[in-house]
């Protein structure tokens, strides 16, 4: 019989529920610490435990991490904190001789990103990032079609990330909307992009020039265009109850509870709704890059994050021919949709789901398309086979359909890859010149 894991999170908030709930719905795990900022935050998941039928856990405030992780006996340690200060856990964590799950971004800067490798060097330990990305069923048909070789050798990629306005506009409300805590959009969402295409190519990046800026959301561009309210954040404002580019926090249980009741209780002073038109954002939401590979390769990539609909396409120019990629997560979003658990980033599935197409172009045949196997739930299925790959099968066997990606997960090595491109691309933002990626760290 296996023994049970007792397992640690830090970071109680949003993405954190997914976790506290997959470790409860798995008999071989006990949650047996939560930590963070928040008390109200971390009893919010007390509840959420005790709801599932788990024991409550103990909790402690983040100054008290390392101590509570031996008090505690801590064996995993999941990582869902605020992206800046993923580095911090992950490396007492490490240093406590626990196995650790980040979320990702893995960190946001070239210090901090050193500071994880040197420990996991020193302690030998073991670090998973949850690029949850590579377990969608599409991106895992792409994989393999590139690697059985269906268009030879991959010399180029064309890629263009859309952000619609009511996902995109959630990374101007928050913290993310500050770079000390996300890094900007090319560490905390494009990583996963950057992600991807190291992992389908078999490459790691070289090279990276950035071009962009905050071109639609800020205060100046609102101005300018008319979409500005006058508001700082939504909740109790009247100017913003009629705003699409609000949103209602109370209108979902569990924004209400996370955000505002922690807010009420005083325990916090993280403000989850400000307006997206107001002043101190420093993130760019329209970036253009242009990657150089150590295979050879080039990338060609744009995200918008102010689209009328969200999606991707990546195009792969070939030595034998060309593999498109179209994903529609939806094709279009209306005003004042009420905020569903999670709506915003992903946890639930969008709202007008549209088409997803894999298209084989060989040189000198008709394209094809090419068929595989969906998946259901939040990612398009990657998230559950994830779970099932990270912290093995649901006891009740509800995944069993999940089949995990095998051996296709991220390590620390992979979410460094990831972060060289956006760390290179902020670099190269901020000097107007191309970036080596050797020697970031
Ligand atoms: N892979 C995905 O699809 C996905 C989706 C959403 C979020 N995420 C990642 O999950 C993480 C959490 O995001 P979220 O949306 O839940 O944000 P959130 O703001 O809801 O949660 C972050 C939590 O961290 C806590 N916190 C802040 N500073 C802290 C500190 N110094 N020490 C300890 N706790 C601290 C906050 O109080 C909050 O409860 C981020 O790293 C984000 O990039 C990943």
Known sequence: MTARRRAAIIGTGHRAQMYTKALAARAHYDVSLLSDTSPTRMAHHSALLTSLGSPEAATCAPAGFAEALRAHRIDEVVVTTVDATHHTYITTALEAGCRVVTEKPMTTDAAKCASILGTLDRTGGDLSVTFNYRYNPAHEKVWQLLH????????????????????????????????????????????????????????????VHAEGGLVFYGRDNGERTGLRRDYVRAHGSPEAATDPYAIDLT???????????????????????????????????????????????????????????????????????????????????????????????????????????????????????????????????????????????????????????????????????????????????????????????
Do not use: C
């Open 148 to 207: 059985d070789g269906a268009i030879g050798e991959i010399r180029s990629v064309h890629f263009e990330w859309l952000l619609d306005v009511r996902h995109g506009a959630d990374y101007f409300r928050r913290w993310h909307r500050e770079k000390r805590h996300s890094g900007g959009l090319l560490v905390h969402k494009s990583g996963h992009h950057f992600d991807l295409v190291n992992w389908w190519l078999g490459a790691s990046p070289s090279r």
């Open 251 to 441: 209108a979902d249980p569990n924004l209400d509870s996370l955000y505002v009741r922690a807010e009420a209780a005083g325990d916090s002073d993280y403000v989850r709704d400000r307006n997206v038109f107001g002043d101190a954002i420093d993130i760019e939401d329209d970036l253009a890059l242009l990657v150089r590979y150590d295979t050879g390769a080039t990338m060609t990539y744009h995200l918008t994050a102010y689209s009328p609909w969200e999606g991707y396409r990546v195009m792969f120019n070939g030595t034998g021919g060309r593999l498109e990629l179209e994903v529609e997560e939806n094709t279009w979003q209306p005003p004042r949709t009420p905020s569903g658990a999670g709506a915003e980033h992903g946890g639930v599935v969008m709202a007008n789901p549209g088409r997803t197409t894999i298209l084989h172009r060989p040189l000198w045949e008709a394209p094809r398309e090419v068929t595989y196997e969906k998946a259901a739930g939040s990612h398009g299925g990657g998230d559950l086979r994830m779970l099932k790959e990270l912290f093995g099968p649901l006891g009740d066997g509800s995944d069993a359909g999940a089949a995990p990606a095998a051996g296709k997960g991220a390590t620390a090595r992979d979410g460094a890859l990831a972060l060289a491109v956006g760390v290179a691309g902020n670099e190269s933002l901020a000097t107007g010149r191309p970036v080596e990626t050797a020697g970031l760290w």
